[in-house]
């Protein structure tokens, strides 16, 4: 499935969807490298939890997702019938179509004649404000973004607050992430004009939705990404997980809540250097090497921080953890060690 979860195949999609489950693992990625070398404790049944209460949230709101249930002792169940955390959910499948690669680029052309049941192949981001570590800041530096292209009238700086929330598009099935523009996500996908407005009120909506669920915790909903699919019907769906830490960018009393302190440790190493050199050329993975372990006292905050904000955000206390606050304060000491 990934590098983070994996995908068991109940019932393959056809022209329906199938059905398969989510095993969400304690590995985590960054850099698109792929599985790092340590484990995560708790990490995969607090991401999977905390998935599961935000597709609850849109169900009831009305918004179609793939989600079907939580897997306790073999039986689908919701979250508010299980007795004990989990790492798998059930969830419906559709068709996943790859653009070939070309020496030029990659061909998209595919996803012109398909009419439904299928992932849409976008990484669809939604911006609430532009934090320090911003990817959107690095786009700027090297000229591959330029502020009107957010609709901003001026170059924006660390941290500010965005008056109306930006959508953004990203590739999901290519080799290496790139963003893109409008009118290239419109392309690639396939959409038309009424279903790529569509998509970016659909993200909106989330992204609210989002909020109003983190802000009962006293967080901050910074950032984060969803992805699409089209049913049999080819009407939206909500698909992959969404609303944890690794999909969003969540602060807590202005401390980045999510896997940046984790980048910003990688960034001190030799490693990354070579990451940042080879990124993109072939079998880049293996020439930039293996990552060095985390230092065991991250390590152990890192894995608090998912279960803390699990317990927080969904109001039961699944694990035996501290206080988020508490948590969140050991998570600012190594960002200040890491920035120094």
């Not at 934090?131 to 292209?149: A, T, W």
Request: charged share 35%; net charge negative.
């Amino acid at each position: 499935m990934g590098s983070v979860k994996d995908l068991e195949i109940i019932k393959h999609p056809s022209d329906k969807t199938g059905i398969g489950r989510f095993h969400f693992s304690d590995r985590y990625s960054v850099f698109d490298y792929g599985e790092m070398p340590d484990l995560l404790e708790n990490k995969g049944k607090a991401l999977c939890i905390l998935s599961a209460h935000f597709f609850e949230v849109l169900e009831k709101e009305g918004i179609g997702t793939h989600y079907i249930g939580l897997v306790e002792e073999g039986v689908v169940r919701g979250l508010d019938e299980l007795s004990e955390p989990v790492n798998v959910m059930e969830v419906r499948l559709v068709n996943v179509y790859r653009p070939e690669k070309t020496e030029t680029g990659y061909d998209y052309s595919i996803f012109q004649k398909l009419k439904g049941n299928f992932l849409i192949p976008l990484e669809i981001i939604y911006r609430n404000s532009l934090p320090e570590g911003s990817s959107v800041f690095r786009r700027f530096k090297k000229g591959e973004l330029r502020p009107e292209d957010l609709g901003l009238n001026a170059m924006p700086e660390p941290g500010q607050k965005l008056q109306t929330p930006i959508v953004d598009f990203s590739t999901k099935l290519e080799d290496v992430d790139r963003y893109l523009s409008r009118e290239e996500a419109k392309r690639i996908s396939g959409l038309s004009e009424e279903e790529f407005s569509r998509i970016v009120e659909l993200t909106l909506t989330v992204d609210s939705l989002i909020t109003r669920e983190v802000e009962k915790a006293k967080i901050s909903n910074e950032d984060g990404k969803i992805e699409v699919a089209f049913n049999e019907r080819r009407e939206f769906m909500v698909v992959d997980a969404i609303g944890t830490p690794d999909e969003c960018r969540f602060s807590f009393n202005g401390i980045e809540m999510s896997k940046e302190v984790l980048r910003r440790y990688y960034r001190k190493t030799d490693w990354y250097r070579r990451v940042e050199k080879v990124r993109g050329e072939e079998d880049w993975r293996k020439t930039a090497g293996k990552p060095p372990k985390l230092p065991e006292e991250l390590k152990r905050a890192v894995e608090e921080m998912y279960m803390s904000a699990c317990n927080e955000i969904t109001g039961r206390k699944f694990f035996d953890s501290p206080k988020l606050k508490e948590v969140m304060n050991k998570i600012s000491g190594f960002m200040e060690v890491y920035d120094g």
